[in-house]
Structure formats: structure tokens, C-alpha cells
């Protein structure tokens, strides 16, 4: 499949030939601190999720043609050892799996870094097999038009991917870069399908393991992080950051800095120590008040800063279930529509991160303009100039 992708709105059967195919944008540099128009980054998360199925070629696609600057695939492992762009091991929220009675015996329960989940898992299938199957939509409710595609796109490989990436840099004459997440690594680990040497081996093959690549690898894991690092991986790192608890390997270790611990001025400098960037919930950055009103920044962009790191939210999506009360529109506010998103993403591009990742990216690339113009007082006839 290297080599091939389907085009968007084609049936995935329909392939396009990429070989000899110029990279105008390969190879040029994209400092991720450089401040120019291109900067904040605008990194699509699963792909362009508010308007295709996430991670499929036509997400990225479009998430790319939308404008975004890096594309975000998750990454799991198959039975064979393939790397593949999936949110999680479970495919039967994300595939037609369950409509495939020769896969039936493979549902089962598996406990996945100290969790029960039931289902089909990645890793029970061939990539020939996982080839057999098609992606559906993961909230069919929130983002009803996208189930319109279930069934037209398979799961991708990383591999896949990346072929995508160069061709479309050609095309659109710009960086466009991948911002890969290694997905339960110490599971993966101790399954005997360790991500990180498929990771190395991937960027190799592309020529993209070299510190001006338009890669950042990411991971709630700071051993894989590191892993990645002691395999000779020398592209950018990020430290991803949930609002509470512990990364999975500190907890199965049974010591290591809590979430809590890391964003202290001594946890950044030490994450300071294995990566360049934090990827933090939203939350961490700038919290809700109580009257769902969005309240003052934490600090932690500054102090993130003051430590050498680069900060990434995540995630930025438009329909009001996903805002905050304050910048929901409808009356009542209806969970699918859309809300101010730009006016929250602004909110948080005012505040000083240096890039989103977000599920409908020309809305973060409009926001991005809005920071970028907006010199003195508003112009009376530019009404989305706050
Ligand atoms: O990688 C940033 C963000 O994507 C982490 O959350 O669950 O969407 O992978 P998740
Ligand atoms: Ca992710």
C-alpha cells in the first residue's frame, strides 16, 4: 500500500500514484518557536475530526488542505508489527468490525494499562487482515454528516501516512509536517510490540530523522519519550499532560512524578531535560470558571516557558458540547452545532501557546489570522476582531 492513497470523497479502492512526485516543502526547516504568520501551529488532531472520521487519509487530507501545519496521528501496533493511526487498540468503536462475522471469536477483554476493555483489538489482527475492514465515524451523534463516509475509508498505516505527507507538501508547496503519538507503550512493551523501534524505522525510511524534520513525537509516557531518544530519534519531543493522576509507566513503576509534579517549575525543568514541548489539557492552561466562563491563565504557559518548552493544548473542537458554557451559541445551545470556537481558541493564542491541536483546523488557521492582524483597536467593519 506504501505509496498509494485514496483521495477524497473517492472510494478507498481508488489509488493515485505518488513516485516521482517533488517534496518542494521536505527538508526545509519549520522552527516550531519562529513567530510568523505560520506560527502559532496548527497541528489536526486525528486529521480534520469535526469533518471526516478521525484517522483516515481523507482526514488528513482535508486537515492539510484546511491549512493545519502538522498532521496528528495516534499509533498502534498490529499482530505483524505494523504501525497503524488509531486513537486506541479497540477498533469496534472506530470500524465495521462487528459486521465482520470471520472476526467474531477474535472479541475478547483485554486489560490495557490496568483497564478492562472489551472488544477487538488491534494487535489480534494482520495488517491484511486490519485492510479488510472499514473505519466508521466515533461520534456519530455529535457529527452526524461524517457517518456519510462510513464505510469509504480504511485504517491507515503510519507508512501510508507519511507517503500522504511528502506528496502533499509537494503539491501545496509547503512544510507540512506529523505529529505521531505513541499509544499505551509500556502495554505495547510488554506485549512484544514495542512502538518506539517502528517509530525510528518509520522516519528513517522517510528521511525525516533529522532535528530539522517537520516531526514532533509525542507521549503521555516520558519513558517512550526517552526510549525514542536512546534509539537515536532526534527530532522534537513533547510531554503530554492530563489534568490529574500519573503517566501509566509511573504508575506501574510505582514511583515518578504525578501529572501534578511535572508542572511544577522543577518538573518542566526536568521534562526540559528529554523534550522541547508540553502538550497539555486545555484545562491546564487556561480552566473554566464555575459560571462555565472561561477563567484567568494558570501560569503554566509562562512557566513552560521560562523552562525552554514550547506548549500545545489540546483539544480544540467547535460544536457547543465541547465549549465552554460562555461560548455556546443557540438558545438552548444544541450539543452539534457549532459555538464561538474561534473566540475560545483566540482566547487561548492570546495567552501565549505556541500551537493547538484542534479537530477543525481552518477554524484555529482563522484564529490564528484574527491574533495576527489585529494591530490597535478593532476596525468597526471587521466584526471578528475582538
Ligand atoms: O495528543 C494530544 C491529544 O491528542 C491527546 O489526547 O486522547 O486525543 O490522543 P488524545
Ligand atoms: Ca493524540
Not at 509511573?250 to 512524578?257: F, K, S
Request: charged share 25%.
Amino acid at each position: 500500500m506504501s505509496g498509494f492513497w485514496p483521495t477524497t470523497g473517492a472510494d478507498c479502492g481508488k489509488k493515485v500514484p505518488v513516485t516521482g512526485v517533488a517534496e518542494r516543502g521536505r527538508g526545509t526547516t519549520r522552527s516550531p518557536s519562529r513567530r510568523g504568520t505560520d506560527s502559532p501551529l496548527v497541528i489536526g488532531h486525528r486529521g480534520a475530526s469535526g469533518y471526516r472520521p478521525e484517522h483516515t487519509l481523507a482526514g488528513y487530507e482535508l486537515a492539510a488542505r484546511l491549512g493545519a501545519d502538522y498532521l496528528e496521528p495516534d499509533l498502534v501496533p498490529t499482530k505483524d508489527g505494523v504501525l497503524v493511526c488509531r486513537h486506541e487498540p479497540e477498533i469496534g468503536d472506530t470500524t465495521d468490525v462487528a459486521d465482520h462475522r470471520e472476526f467474531a471469536a477474535r472479541k475478547r477483554t483485554a486489560v490495557i494499562d490496568d483497564v478492562a476493555v472489551s472488544g477487538w483489538f488491534v494487535h489480534d489482527f494482520t495488517l491484511a487482515e486490519l485492510k479488510t475492514l472499514r473505519v466508521t465515524e466515533r461520534l456519530p451523534t455529535v457529527r452526524r454528516h461524517a457517518t456519510m463516509w462510513d464505510g469509504r475509508f480504511e485504517v491507515p498505516t503510519f507508512a501510508e501516512l507519511l507517503d500522504l505527507r511528502r506528496w502533499l507538501a509537494g503539491e501545496q508547496g509547503r512544510s507540512i509536517g506529523v505529529y505521531p503519538e505513541t499509544k499505551h507503550p509500556s502495554f505495547f512493551r510488554a506485549a512484544g510490540l514495542p512502538l518506539e523501534p517502528l517509530v525510528a524505522a518509520a522516519l528513517r525510511r522517510d528521511g525525516l530523522n533529522v532535528a530539522s524534520a517537520p516531526v514532533h513525537l509525542q507521549s503521555f509516557e516520558a519513558s517512550s519519550l526517552k526510549e525514542l531518544r536512546r534509539l537515536g530519534v532526534v527530532v522534537p519531543l513533547v510531554q503530554l499532560l492530563e489534568e490529574s493522576g500519573a503517566p501509566y509507566d509511573t504508575l506501574a513503576r510505582g514511583d515518578g512524578p504525578s501529572y501534578a509534579d511535572m508542572i511544577t517549575p522543577a518538573g518542566l525543568a526536568s521534562i526540559a531535560g528529554y523534550a522541547g514541548n508540553i502538550g497539555p489539557d486545555k484545562a491546564m492552561v487556561i480552566p473554566q470558571r464555575p459560571d462555565g466562563t472561561l477563567g484567568a491563565p494558570t501560569g503554566l504557559v509562562a512557566r513552560a516557558h521560562e523552562a525552554g518548552l514550547r506548549v500545545h493544548p489540546y483539544t480544540f473542537r467547535a460544536e457547543n458540547t465541547f465549549l465552554p458554557p460562555s461560548h455556546r451559541l443557540g438558545s438552548p445551545p444544541a450539543p452539534a452545532d457549532f459555538g464561538r470556537a474561534v473566540d475560545e481558541q483566540l482566547t487561548y493564542l492570546r495567552a501565549g501557546v505556541d500551537g493547538l491541536f484542534t479537530d477543525h483546523p481552518d477554524l484555529t488557521v482563522h484564529a490564528r489570522s484574527i491574533l495576527h492582524t489585529r494591530v490597535g483597536p478593532a476596525p468597526a467593519s471587521r466584526q471578528d476582531v475582538r
